[in-house]
């Protein structure tokens, strides 16, 4: 995919919107773990409706379906119209394939970089076939350090699936970026990078490794319980991020939780956007 650029820098504010896991399946009633998942995704993209207005893009980062190919038609459905570029990458429930050929064409970006203003957005597949875990392979390192490299004056906000931290969760953190400290020597050798942003653990995070914060974002479904020992699910609602992205280099960011009544409809199935 061609780099998506505007032909200057300006000292706009960038604002994006990021949802991620959203495990679609094509039979618009499949749920995960008791949650329909067409429906809670429905409901967060009508309680990000504002937010996504605003926006120069959304970020879709990963697990965009849950095994199901069939599941990246509904997915085409709901954010097309949604007059926004929508900037993909897999997780490790997605068929890359698949997921390719399903999101070919406008408004759908899928790797590379995306620039607006004074960011580059760089979109990351550290997915492992047939494996939970996931690493980046040696070409993705070395790509993620040529885009690192020309971008310019741009900040930079790298988005990957895995979670390149613990999240102090031993079994989540048996499934994450196998290879992170190859990840973060690359990032540690360019001044201009000032986020990570991930999807996977369906959690919020928020900290910062060597200066450069590092996000995590919950799913749009269902939750995984935070420092749980063996796998937990949690009852926190849907939720999404909103980022605001500064000329110099600032993150301002928020995770929105869907409210409880937009949940509530959600899980019923009851939920309109």
């Not at 095994?67 to 459905?77: L, V």
């Not at 607006?116 to 979109?123: A, C, D, I, K, N």
Request: hydrophobic share 40%; glycine share 8%.
């Amino acid at each position: 995919m061609p780099l998506k650029t505007l032909n200057r820098l300006t000292n706009s504010p960038i604002n994006l919107v990021q949802v991620t896991d959203t495990h679609l399946f094509g039979d618009p009633e499949g749920s995960l773990r008791g949650v329909p998942t067409l429906p809670a995704l429905r409901a967060t993209l009508a309680a990000a409706r504002d937010e996504i207005a605003q926006s120069e893009a959304i970020l879709v980062t990963g697990d965009l379906v849950q095994d199901d190919n069939k599941g990246y038609a509904p997915f085409r459905r709901e954010f097309a119209g949604l007059g926004k570029p929508v900037l993909c990458l897999p997780g490790n429930h997605d068929d890359v394939p698949a997921m390719r050929s399903a999101l070919a064409g406008e408004p759908f970006h899928l790797d590379g970089a995306f620039d607006r203003g004074s960011w580059r957005v760089l979109l990351l597949d550290s997915t492992i076939v047939h494996r939970t875990g996931g690493a980046l392979s040696a070409e993705s390192l070395a790509r993620l350090d040529r885009d690192l490299a020309d971008a310019g004056d741009r900040h930079v906000l790298v988005c990957l699936h895995h979670h390149p931290v613990s999240m102090r969760s031993r079994w989540l953190d048996t499934i994450g970026l196998a290879n992170s400290d190859a990840f973060f020597e690359v990032l540690k050798r360019h001044s201009n990078v000032r986020a990570v942003l991930f999807g996977h653990v369906h959690q919020a995070l928020d900290m910062v490794v060597d200066g450069i914060r590092v996000l995590g974002t919950p799913s749009t479904c269902q939750q995984f319980r935070p420092l749980s020992p063996g796998f937990a699910t949690d009852d926190a609602p849907p939720a999404f991020r909103k980022l605001r992205l500064h000329a110099d280099g600032r993150v301002d960011t928020e995770v929105v939780w869907v409210e409880a009544e937009i949940s509530r409809a959600a899980l019923s199935g009851n939920t309109a956007a």
